[in-house]
Each structure stands twice: as structure tokens, then as C-alpha cells.
């Protein structure tokens, strides 16, 4: 099994940045992709950016040129940077990470709000 811990959520004004990681601990040799998805309160979860082990990335059109996914293999950890920041983006903010067997893993979710 693998589990996430997230961390790096909070308050930010609009044009302001917070950079989020998500720690993946026990079978992580078994993590293929990793990725970032954010959510509203009875909405459904959308893409934010996501990152295969090999370092490609995807993106959600929304986020495009303002955030940034990377990968730390070797601590198992993945990173959001958030720049930019817009009140829109204020979500619950989701890892989740791949498995070469077995469903995904999800973190429990970080809180994003930007407001002034």
C-alpha cells in the first residue's frame, strides 16, 4: 500500500504563490504517475497537473503557465508551485498517485484559498 502526505495549503492574497508537496511513503516502488487535483465541495475533481516517473507533464488548461509540477524520485515527494494565484483557484487541492498494481492513492486533501 502506498500512503500521501500533503502539505503547503493555506491563505493567500490574488497574485500571491504557495508551493504544495505530497509525500508518498511505503510500496512507493510501485508509484507510476503522480499528480495534483483540486475539488469544490460537491463538484467533481478536476485535473490540475500531473507528472509520470519519467518526468512528462500534463496540465489542466486553467493552470497553464502558472503552476508547475515536479517530481523528486529519489524522496518520493512530488511539488506543486502555484504562481499567480486568482480567488478561482481556491479549492481543496488532492495528490494522487498511480499504481503499477492496484487502484490509485489518494491524499486527504489540502485547503487552497486566495483571497484579499
Known amino acids: 500500500q502506498v500512503q500521501l502526505v500533503e502539505s503547503g495549503g493555506g491563505l493567500v492574497q490574488p497574485g500571491g504563490s504557495l508551493r504544495l508537496s505530497c509525500a508518498a511513503s511505503?510500496?512507493?516502488?510501485?508509484?507510476?504517475?503522480m499528480g495534483w487535483f483540486r475539488q469544490a465541495p460537491g463538484k467533481q475533481r478536476d485535473l490540475v497537473a500531473s507528472i509520470t516517473r519519467s518526468g512528462i507533464t500534463q496540465y489542466g488548461d486553467s493552470v497553464k503557465g502558472r503552476f508547475t509540477i515536479s517530481r523528486d524520485n529519489a524522496k518520493n515527494t512530488v511539488y506543486l508551485q502555484m504562481n499567480s494565484l486568482k480567488p478561482e483557484d481556491t479549492f481543496v487541492y488532492l495528490c494522487v498517485a498511480d499504481s503499477a498494481s492496484g487502484p490509485s492513492t489518494w491524499g486527504q486533501g489540502t485547503q487552497v484559498t486566495v483571497s484579499s
Open positions: 511505503g510500496d512507493t516502488f510501485l508509484i507510476t504517475g
